[in-house]
């Protein structure tokens, strides 16, 4: 079973436009990590957040926010007055603390497209 | 400072050909990860290097695929012979302490093509 998943494939928006990336993960430790990375048209793995399963607090940052519910296993990520620039595939992610090893485990990742 | 620098940026070879890649972690960063992106997908863990003791490598197809990483610096992945389904993006990432708090940092990634 996935222990990310990304239900979106692929989303297209208009510039300007507000746009959702949804994020549910599966695991049963206490304590885990969740992360969200941005993987432009040139390869690199771009951090984006960070959050760890004690801090449910939603995080803003510019046009990008965060939601982190637990009750629904979920990590979604707002982007908001979308651009052209933010045009990339996004990861989610689950590091758990099983074993100490804290090894990233990926979604497969949703592809934004967004149109001038 | 330098980020996970890897080499070469793309790769072209015929399937039965040899391939190595390699990855120069951040200064400091104990540990290493290789990572295979095939198109379309997430990264996939190959193997995950603790200094310069391989600590998970139950991903790895041992028949083909061999990874060291002396004096726990730098790290080479090579696969021999290469298959048609081994073209992926193999990334590289590396992480300090508990990489949790600190987090990962990832190359730029190979980008490995077998014709």
């Known amino acids: 079973a996935q222990k990310v998943t990304q239900a979106q494939t692929e989303i297209s928006v208009v510039e300007k436009e507000d746009v959702t990336l949804d994020c549910v993960y599966e695991t049963r430790d206490t304590t885990y990590y969740l992360f969200w990375y941005k993987q432009p048209p040139s390869g690199e793995l771009v951090f984006l957040i960070r959050r760890n399963s004690f801090d449910e607090q939603n995080e803003i940052s510019g046009r990008y926010s965060w939601n982190f519910q637990k009750s629904t296993s979920s990590f979604n990520f707002t982007i908001t007055a979308s651009q052209v620039v933010d045009s990339a595939v996004y990861f989610c992610?689950?590091?758990?603390?099983?074993?100490?090893?804290?090894?990233?485990?990926f979604g497969r990742g949703t592809s934004l497209i967004v149109h001038p | 400072e330098a980020g996970v620098v890897q080499s070469p940026r793309y790769k072209i070879i015929e399937k039965k050909q040899p391939v190595a890649f390699w990855c120069n972690p951040i200064?400091?960063?104990?540990?290493l990860y290789w990572y295979r992106q095939n198109l379309g997908q997430g990264p996939e863990l190959l193997i995950r290097?603790?200094?310069?003791?391989?600590?998970?490598d139950s991903q790895l197809p041992k028949d083909r695929f061999s990874a060291e990483r002396l004096k726990g610096v730098d790290s080479t992945l090579k696969i021999q012979p290469a298959e048609l389904g081994d073209s992926a993006v193999y990334l590289c990432?590396?992480?300090?302490?508990?990489?949790?708090?600190?987090?990962?940092?990832f190359g730029s990634g190979t980008r490995l093509t077998v014709v």
């Open positions: 200064s400091g960063h104990n540990t």
């Open positions: 990432a590396s992480s300090f302490g508990v990489p949790a708090n600190y987090g990962y940092t």
């Open positions: 290097y603790e200094n310069e003791e391989a600590v998970d």
């Open positions: 992610a689950l590091s758990e603390a099983t074993g100490g090893s804290y090894i990233p485990t």
